[in-house]
Structures are given as C-alpha cells and as structure tokens.
C-alpha cells in the first residue's frame, strides 16, 4: 500500500547544480501538488496539476518547474539551485478535498 | 500576508487531559478546513476537517469546531495521549476551480506528558 512516493528522501546540492525531485502515487488520483515547508513558513504551494499534461503555478513557483507526462507521476525540477531552496519538500495527491502526502524530500543546497 | 494563523508554536498537555489547537483565518471565501497531523520525518497525515456549512464535525476522540463569525476553528483532543504527540496544521482551501489548493498554518507543536 504505497501511496505517495517521493524519491529521493535526501539530496545536498551546490548552488548552481540542478535535480529533479520525482513523486509517484498509486491511488489513481487527477490532482497532484508539490509544497515546500520552511520553519515558521508552514507549507507553501508551489505548483501544482489538475491531470496529465497540465501543471500551474502556485504561491512560490519561482525557480521551479514541473511536468506531469503521465498520471500517477509529478516531476519538480531546479535548474539552477539557491541556497534559498534549501527545504523539504512534499509532493501530495487528491482526488477532492483530502490530501495525501509523501514523506517527504530533505533539500540543502550549499 | 498569512491567511491562516495558528498562534501558538506549542502546547504541553497532560495525558488524559483536553487538548486543544486553535486556528484563525482571515479569508471568507475559504470553504473547507482540514488538520493534519505530521510526525518527524514524515509527510503529514489527514486527521479530520469541516465543511463551511457546519459548526462541529466529530471523530472519535477528534472534534473541530468552527466558528464561521470569528474566523476561528479549534481541534480538540480528548482524552489525548502520548502518542498524540506530532506537529498539527490547521489548512483550509479556498471556493475556487477543481485542485484543493490548500492554505496552511504555521503549525502548532503538541507534546502530551505522562
């Protein structure tokens, strides 16, 4: 019973480098998201999708991009990583209101 | 701009006792509120939520309150226990399109003692 699987849990980067976070769900759900939580931030959305082949921005997209080529997965791409993004990030997924949440991906970028 | 606040960082309560969370929203289109619970390196978890059309929603040991004229809901545990202890965020999602875009709070810490 996976559910939300984020891949990879932790990741240190130099400034400059860039990654891509990958987020897989197994329940079949239209509505993906990816947040970052900052302390005293809480979460914040970054961007998210509504199906395959469609992504939108969310509250703090910049400096992020996504794709969502097939249903059951979520792509967060940095292409040119700050220290600013050092974060953990969590992908969640939704078929309404309830989100369900991966455990999450440590970020620092140095 | 924080449009969901919860102001206490964190809360100590004894086992057996009450425990409650409270969180305060500022934007009147928010139509649904929901409260997870996140455990250290974990991803948070769905606990429990109220529509904007109720005052009171119940599960359990679990009931939010939601006070629609304040802006304020509440989370109250009882009787709570050690293992209750995590993070709690307070969320709420606005009336609009098809995507739960949720708004999250800063979080509140609870620590239930023996």
């Known amino acids: 019973n996976a559910g939300v699987t984020q891949t990879p849990k932790f990741r240190v980067l130099k400034t400059g480098q860039s990654m891509t976070l990958l987020c897989a769900q197994d329940m079949n759900h239209e509505y993906m998201y990816w947040y970052r939580q900052d302390p005293g931030m809480g979460l914040r959305l970054i961007h998210y999708s509504v199906g395959e082949g469609t992504t939108a921005k969310g509250e703090v997209p910049d400096g992020y991009n996504v794709s969502r080529l097939k249903k059951q997965n979520f792509l967060l791409g940095l292409e040119s990583a700050a220290p600013s993004q050092t974060s953990v990030y969590f992908c969640?997924?939704?078929?309404?209101?309830?989100?369900?949440f991966g455990s999450g991906t440590q970020l620092s970028v140095l | 701009d924080q449009q969901v606040k919860q102001n206490s960082p964190s809360l100590s309560v004894q086992e057996g006792r009450i425990s409650i969370l409270n969180c305060d929203y500022t934007?009147?289109?928010?139509?649904?509120f929901l409260w997870y619970k996140k455990y250290p390196a974990e991803g948070p978890t769905f606990l429990i939520s109220?529509?904007?059309?109720?005052d009171k929603n119940e599960d359990g040991r679990f009931t939010v309150f939601l006070n629609k004229s304040a802006k304020h809901l509440s989370l109250h545990i009882v009787p709570s226990q050690p293992g209750d202890s995590a993070v709690y965020f307070c969320?709420?999602?606005?009336?609009?399109?098809?995507?739960?875009?949720?708004?999250f709070g800063t979080g509140t810490r609870l620590q239930v003692t023996l």
């Open positions: 969640a997924s939704s078929l309404r209101e309830k989100l369900f």
């Open positions: 109220i529509s904007s059309i109720k």
């Open positions: 934007n009147s289109m928010f139509d649904y």
């Open positions: 969320a709420a999602r606005r009336a609009a399109g098809t995507a739960s875009k949720l708004t």
